[in-house]
């Protein structure tokens, strides 16, 4: 590149002195990460702080070189970081493979496919950001053993853009030195780094009021910390000849400031926003104080030789604790780590790191074979993501062999719901797999239906999903299904009765808004949706709204009531249904399904079906709420278009609430009903939809 030929040469420039307190402050970021993530389930600011250290240091080399004259090498640089940071990672990727395959559960099996290419290839963050993780949740158990690899994967990409800067800000500083051959290098980065963090901190604020699942991992809302750590580097010069007692100020305020961050922050409700200058100035302030010579100086704790060793092994501890952590949960079907389990997280992700920074880390950077000619370096590189690439490659072939076996089952093999029928005869293979398998989970929400069209498609902005299937006009009867992800699950058992009874049927949702009443401990998007969907109904007038009119629990409340006791009418039901039937529109209530306190297919793939049941008076009242409401209407104190009919005996058998009946999985997470069973339920969902009705 052009910009490998030596640049203008300035006054003698020294050598960048190794900092102890920086690899000490290393040290206090990894482990403020570790701990927080193992034992508070939180987030610290460690990482800001890594993310600006990793920028402050890159740019010290860079700077060096030219004020000093010397060549960039953008290629070679690109090449030897690749080199210090891919055999450790890879070390981790292909320990995580292996354990996923042996210990982790199927369900988990196609995500962490998905982000081991993600992580070696340095985009990962990317791949959370679309699939909107949430990277706050306490619940650790629910996440991705490579979750983590987003802020290496940011590192990745910053490594690749800041030379890129640099090598233009060193030329547009050789170009102005034509006619002010007195200017510094320095403040030509200044304006650069000063550019990029106004800029990315005024979009980092935006976004993360907005959308802050995917700020979090958004590379753009991120660059301004590594903006203020390469802007550091022009500040130092004049921190170094401030007083040294200030300086030994600014270096505690900055540690304690550090350290205090997750605990005195929301960071669940702010990050990466203006609220991350917090941790990344207070970095900042520890890196500007510098060695201060002083016996009282914050430095003096930094450079201490324990911390410097943490410090070396940090990049391995932070690859290693959170896989650790993720299996730990996972294989002891907990939600947070024990202070014990913690413990031994902890002290085995500290002894793999050590081992990994001696015997990969450290002898592959020292083996200079490699870095001799940029060819042999791209090989061995190219080599090294081989070793990931080839048993990720035969593990896809195994899965993909597995799916097409069961894809080949016969109904029989799987008949769901039918085997609680009477007169069904046989039982299902003991061989045949247990459907829907794990690794396709992904397909089995409701999908039946296309988009809502012509007069049927909302007009008001308020109601933003709508499925359709049929035409309302000319159908037999025509059917509105109302409410939240509940209702929505039932589509795909209502389905078979439309398409054999010649009706249509409109589905308007919105997520976690069971129907009823709108008020004040509803979100507003829920009130909006409610008032919205009630005009729809008003203004189509089907002949029946089929909603979820009662409403389970999954955990114990503070009260100690178990979900059972907790199982009531819907919110508001009968008073935000009474417009349907004054204006003459039937409406049937259906009873809530049972809910888990655990992901159902990973539980059964791990512990097996029988182990996965909940029983039935623990997660559901000993009597279906809605009777009263029937019993209203037999009465006729409530309007006789109403009724209500319950599905609880397909999925709670002799007290117990099933994870798989008839080699089915009946819940594809913690509470909503698979396809494949929905799809078994159809006939008797069929006949209790028009007994209720009376159709």
């Known amino acids: 590149m052009a910009v490998s030929t030596p640049l ?72 030897n970081r690749l080199r210090g940071l891919l055999p450790a990672a890879i070390v981790v990727l292909l320990a995580v493979l292996a354990a996923t395959v042996s210990l982790l559960p199927r369900t988990r099996w196609e995500d962490v496919a998905s982000q081991t290419v993600s992580s070696l290839f340095y985009v990962q963050n990317w791949n959370l950001a679309l699939g909107s993780v949430d990277y706050y949740a306490a619940d650790h158990a629910t996440a991705s053993p490579l979750q983590h690899f987003w802020s290496l994967s940011i590192q990745g990409q910053v490594f690749l853009l800041w030379p890129l800067v640099i090598a233009g800000a060193a030329l547009a500083w050789r170009r102005l030195r034509r006619r002010r051959p007195d200017l510094g290098f320095r403040p030509v980065l200044a304006g650069a780094f000063g550019s990029i963090l106004v800029l990315s901190l005024a979009y ?27 802007l550091l580097v022009v500040a130092l010069p ?16 900055g540690l304690l400031a550090m350290l205090s961050c997750g605990v005195l922050l929301q960071v669940e409700a702010s990050f990466p926003g203006y609220v991350g200058l917090w941790p990344t100035v207070a970095a900042g302030l520890i890196v500007g104080a510098g060695a201060t010579g002083h016996r009282l100086g914050a430095d003096r704790l930094l450079s201490a030789r324990p911390l410097i060793r943490l410090g070396d092994i940090s990049y391995a501890l932070y690859l290693w604790h959170w896989p650790i952590l993720v299996i730990y949960l996972v294989t002891n079907g907990l939600d947070r780590a024990t202070w014990l389990g913690g413990t031994a997280v902890i002290g085995l992700s500290l002894a793999l790191a050590w081992a990994t920074t001696k015997m990969v880390e450290t002898p592959f950077h020292q083996w200079h074979w490699p870095t001799q000619r940029r060819r042999r370096l791209s090989v061995v590189l190219a080599a090294l993501i ?92 025509f059917v509105i299904v109302l409410g939240d992800s509940h209702a929505q699950h039932w589509s795909t058992a209502l389905h078979p009765a439309a398409v ?13 808004c069971r129907f009823g009443t709108t008020g004040p ?7 909006d949706f409610i008032e919205a969907a009630t005009e729809y109904v008003l203004q189509h007038h089907p002949d029946a709204v089929l909603t979820v009119a009662s409403h389970t629990a999954k955990y114990p409340d503070d009260a100690g009531r178990t979900p059972a006791e907790q199982e009531k009418v819907a919110d508001g039901y009968v008073e935000s249904v009474l417009p349907f039937a004054e204006a003459g529109i039937q409406v049937a209530g259906l009873r809530d399904t049972p809910r888990y306190r655990y ?37 006729g104190v409530l ?43 159809a006939p008797v969902f069929e006949q209790r939809l028009t007994a209720a009705l009376g159709w």
Not at 500 to 511: F, K
Request: a negative charge.
């Open 386 to 477: 081989g070793l990931v690439l080839l048993p990720l490659n035969s593990w896809q072939n195994r899965v993909e062999a597995f799916e097409d076996a069961a894809s080949s089952q016969s109904a029989a093999d799987n008949p769901g719901a039918a085997v609680l029928q009477p007169g069904f005869a046989g039982e299902p293979s003991a061989e045949a797999a247990v459907l829907p398998l794990s690794t396709s989970l992904d397909e089995e929400w409701a999908n039946v239906g296309g988009a809502c069209l012509n007069a049927y498609a909302p007009a008001d902005e308020r109601i933003e999903f709508c499925k359709q299937f049929g035409d309302p006009a000319t159908a037999e009867k």
């Open 521 to 527: 401990d509803r979100t507003e998007r829920c009130n």
């Open 204 to 230: 980092s604020v935006y976004i993360t009021a907005t959308r802050q699942t995917w700020a979090y991992f958004d590379t753009g809302a991120r660059l301004w910390e590594f903006a203020l750590g390469s």
């Open 238 to 253: 004049w921190m170094e000849r401030l007083p040294v007692l200030l300086r030994v100020a600014l270096g505690w305020t």
């Open 639 to 681: 309007p006789r278009e109403l009724s209500f009919f319950d599905m609880t005996d397909q999925f709670c058998i002799e007290g117990t609430c099933r994870a798989v009946i008839g080699n089915v999985v009946t819940i594809r997470d913690e509470d909503h009903i698979t396809r494949t069973y929905a799809q078994t339920l």
């Open 599 to 635: 992901a159902v297919p990973e539980c059964v793939d791990m512990r097996g079906a029988e182990e996965c049941g909940l029983p039935q008076e623990f997660v559901l009242a000993e009597r279906n709420p809605l009777d009263e409401l029937q019993q209203q209407v037999d009465a």
């Open 500 to 512: 054999g009874n010649d009706w249509a049927w409109i589905m308007i949702h919105e997520p976690s």
């Open 8 to 79: 203008p040469q300035s006054a003698a420039v020294a050598k960048p002195a190794y900092r102890p307190e920086v690899q000490g402050l290393r040290a206090f970021a990894v482990l403020m990460v570790v701990l927080y993530h193992v034992w508070l389930g939180k987030v610290s600011g460690g990482v800001d702080v890594f993310l600006l250290l990793s920028a402050f240091l890159l740019t010290v080399s860079f700077t060096y070189r030219v004020e000093s004259g010397r060549p960039l090498e953008l290629v070679r640089y690109w090449l």
